[in-house]
């Protein structure tokens, strides 16, 4: 009779079937992530004595089921990104592992649908399937958004397949892209806007005080005052932290009324960006004073933008004067032209003209004696040959003096018009 058993500590036992019959089943659950391999030795003794035995070793490889789902390597993520950035960016990448094996272990990367401020995720970033690289996908603002979150969900390729899901937090660093805005004084075109400082002012008097603003963070938003330019230098300062304006001297009779003060407000960022504001002051313990005084800055504002505006009107004038008179001579020129073709078309005779005869009856005409004039004309229009007027005395005009002026023709033979050679006299 023949015994058959195998090692321990491992999940198998040994089972007869029948006679000489063995079986190996397991005693426990495999799992293939703690021990993918088991090498089974099995002894085999018959029961003579001395006893005799055999052994064989049995390797047993453990299948894959798709039992595990992904796992990331951290629980939360987060990243930075300054602002201003360009589309297509790389953030940083999520990374998740599977214990299963080939197909069942490998991992696919999908942005979970969600929203930010009412729009979708998918327009702020995206993440590559294959391996998790994060990307923006516009240029991000922090004075728009500081920072948002969302869901990565990692899923493996088994059937069917298991995923788990990870927050990632994105926050926007400022860069210095504002300059300071002034609230106050409020820079008007249309009034004017001063400040009042009466004569017996003392040291330290606090005139006015410069406020501004920077819609950036940290040090690009630390504002610093400063003085560019005053009407006098000895009399104002600026606080360098606090913008405040104050006297830096006793005021005296000898100050002239109108102060303008030019204060740049700057701040910290690299580059620093700045911006400028004008404070007027007037230096006087009455309104009329003060009135008198600043109507100049409102008569020179109104005197440049009067002389803005002539000039712009005695451009336009002038611009279309000479339009109109680029079309009329254009006009005339194309007008002369068609007539011009109109006539060398045309089929009309040429109606000859003749000069008159001039008669001194009385003594005192231009011309005293007969003169025979030879008029050249042509037979046709189209054509340039000409024909002379032989000499002779068939047709004659006359002036006769009894008249008003009218013009007799004394026929002699022929009408001049059926003469083609007919001479002209004149008396």
């Known amino acids: 009779m023949v015994e058959c058993s195998i090692d321990e500590n491992i999940p198998f036992v040994m089972k007869s079937s029948s006679n000489n019959f063995f079986t190996v089943v397991t ?71 599977d ?32 391996n998790g690289v994060i990307q923006a996908v516009r240029s991000f603002d922090y004075e728009q958004i500081k920072e ?61 005080k410069v406020v501004a603003v920077d819609v950036d963070s940290g040090q690009n938003a630390w504002l610093s005052y400063k003085m560019q330019k005053t009407t006098d230098r000895a009399l104002f300062e600026v606080g360098l932290q606090n913008g405040e304006i104050r006297t830096i001297r006793q005021v005296t009779d000898k100050d002239v009324v109108k102060q303008r003060l030019t204060v740049v407000v700057e701040d910290n960022g690299q580059p620093s ?3 400028t504001v004008n404070v007027n002051v007037a230096v006087a313990d009455s309104f009329p004073e003060v009135l008198s005084e600043f109507t100049d800055f409102t008569h020179e504002k109104e005197y ?7 000039l712009v009107l005695a451009l336009a004038v002038v611009s279309f004067l000479f339009i109109t008179c680029l079309v009329v001579i254009i006009s005339v020129k194309i007008y002369r032209w068609r007539q011009s073709r109109i006539l060398y078309h045309s089929n009309l005779p040429v109606i000859p003209y003749y000069p008159p005869r001039y008669a001194d009856t009385l003594g005192t005409g231009t011309l005293q004696h007969a003169y025979n004039y030879e008029v050249c004309r042509t037979t046709d229009s189209r054509k340039s040959d000409c024909k002379f007027s032989r000499p002779g005395s068939q047709n004659v005009l006359i002036m006769d003096p009894s008249t ?24």
């Open 273 to 275: 960006r700045s911006a």
């Open 404 to 427: 008003t002026g009218t013009m007799q023709r004394m026929q002699s033979g022929k009408n001049i018009l059926d003469e083609p050679d007919s001479p002209i006299e004149v008396n």
């Open 99 to 130: 214990a299963d094996w080939k197909q069942n272990a490998r991992v696919s990367y999908i942005l979970d649908d969600s929203t930010i401020n009412g729009v979708p995720v998918s327009s702020y970033v995206s993440v590559s399937a294959d």
């Open 148 to 208: 948002f979150q969302f869901r990565v969900k990692a899923q493996d390729g088994g059937s069917p397949p298991l995923s788990s899901n990870v927050t990632v937090k994105i926050m926007i660093q400022d860069q210095n892209d504002n300059a300071p805005q002034v609230l106050y004084p409020v820079q008007t075109s249309s009034s004017l806007v001063a400040e009042m400082v009466p004569r017996s002012a003392d040291v330290g008097y606090l005139v006015t």
């Open 27 to 97: 005693d426990s659950e495999l799992d293939r992530e703690r021990v993918s391999e088991y090498n089974i030795n099995v002894t085999c003794s018959d029961e003579g004595v001395p006893s005799l035995s055999s052994s064989v070793t049995l390797t047993l490889q453990v299948s894959d089921v798709n039992d595990n789902a992904p796992v990331f390597e951290r629980s939360s993520y987060e990243a930075y990104i300054l602002e201003n950035n360009s589309p297509g960016l790389s953030i940083f990448t999520v990374k998740a592992r």
């Open 304 to 310: 440049n933008d009067n002389l803005t505006f002539y």
